[in-house]
């Protein structure tokens, strides 16, 4: 028997690993999971008990088209079902999004502190990641992303708000670069947190593709819809990219489960975006109270808030921990905390005045 190992391609070498959120600890004080971004609350009972219903039978495959889903969709959105496409979370087809796209030797631009997702899932590709530097004040460089631009770029994630700082870009600004970009480079507006977004100047990424068929949008039921254990989101895109989008989806990747859960989610939406209104009062409870307490936050139009902590920032994430939060650190940079249910983030701001008085002396 040969001692060799199987061959595996070489562009996975040193592959960034996917941080999960850390989870609260179960035999912690009270322990709250503010790492991931998910919505605190439980699921509404019509939207679990349909999941409960699809559950009876999971001894079979889900419909791969997911034809309800895409005709519900389609209806609330008003967009043509040609257009949209479903995969495992928005991950899963901003993953498709890539294969669809780029390989070696391409190159995919993206802000840079953004998800962290996007690296892993370009190097998967074989293409070559192009991290632009966020402004100082955490916002996307726009100018800097379409200056780095060359012949090679296949792909451009816009992250709207984006992923750790919760800031966001406008419409005029958005509009100008996209003005830039040449019409045969996909931009993709990841609007993961677009029910969080309260500014008006802030584009719906929907009106802004319907004119643009080199944009894509990418929404999720992760968040908002609080589904993001079952694992569903999906794009919206003109017919040739949303149709490599199904192409390259892994066959039957969303859950019979999951579809019905999300077409449930979209019937209860009101009652649904009733609570991410609640959320949003405590985004502004939350940042008001930090800005109170003297320190400096972007602000924010997700379900988040981003400390720029440096070199404090694990012991930060320590004593958030310790107080009984688990709050998400990118080490040396800063600490990202989701927006949860009050007792949580009041054990939060009292958590970050104490530190604060202990930095600051
Ligand atoms: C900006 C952004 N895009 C996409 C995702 C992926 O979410 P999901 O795969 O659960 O839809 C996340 C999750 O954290 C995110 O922050």
Not at 10 to 16: N, S
Request: hydrophobic share 40%.
């Amino acid at each position: 028997m040969s001692e060799t190992s199987p061959k595996l391609r070489a562009e996975l070498d040193g592959i960034p690993t996917y941080k999960p959120g850390k989870p609260a600890a179960a035999d912690g004080p009270v322990a709250f999971k503010l790492s991931s971004n998910e919505n605190p609350y439980p699921p509404l009972p019509g939207v679990m008990e349909t999941a409960i219903a699809a559950a009876r039978n999971f001894n079979r495959y889900p419909d791969m088209a997911c034809s309800g889903l895409m005709n519900e969709l389609s209806e609330r959105f008003g967009v043509p079902a040609t257009h949209l496409a479903t995969g495992t979370g928005s991950v899963g087809v901003a993953q498709s999004l890539i294969q669809s796209t780029s390989g070696p030797g391409d190159e995919v631009i993206y802000a840079w502190r953004s998800f962290e997702a996007y690296p892993i899932i370009t190097q998967i590709s074989g293409a070559t990641s192009v991290q632009v530097p966020l402004t100082a004040g955490e916002v996307h460089d726009l100018d800097a992303m379409a200056d780095a631009i060359t012949e090679r770029t296949r792909l451009i994630f816009v992250c709207n708000p984006n992923n750790p700082t919760g800031t966001v870009v406008r419409r005029a600004e958005l509009e100008r670069f996209l003005d830039r970009v040449p019409s045969d480079v996909l931009v993709v507006l990841d609007e993961a947190y677009r029910e969080f977004i309260r500014d008006a100047e802030v584009p719906d990424g929907l009106e802004i593709y319907r004119d643009r068929p080199n944009v894509a949008v990418l929404r999720t039921f992760s968040k908002a819809y609080g589904l993001a254990g079952l694992r569903v989101g999906f794009a919206v895109a003109h017919e040739p990219v949303a149709a490599a989008l199904r192409k390259t989806a892994v066959p039957f990747g969303v859950s019979q489960l999951a579809q019905d859960a999300a077409v449930a989610s979209l019937r209860a939406e009101d009652e649904l975006l009733g609570r991410v209104g609640s959320l949003v009062c405590e985004r502004t409870r939350v940042h008001e109270g930090l800005v109170g307490q003297g320190w400096t936050v972007p602000e924010t139009q997700a379900n988040f808030v981003w400390l720029r902590l440096g070199e404090h920032t694990l012991d930060f994430a320590a004593a958030c921990e310790k107080a009984g939060v688990v709050v998400r650190p990118f080490a040396g940079e800063g600490v990202r905390v989701t927006i949860g249910e009050a007792e949580a983030n009041d054990v939060f701001l009292h958590t970050a005045e104490a530190f604060r008085k202990i930095v600051t002396g």
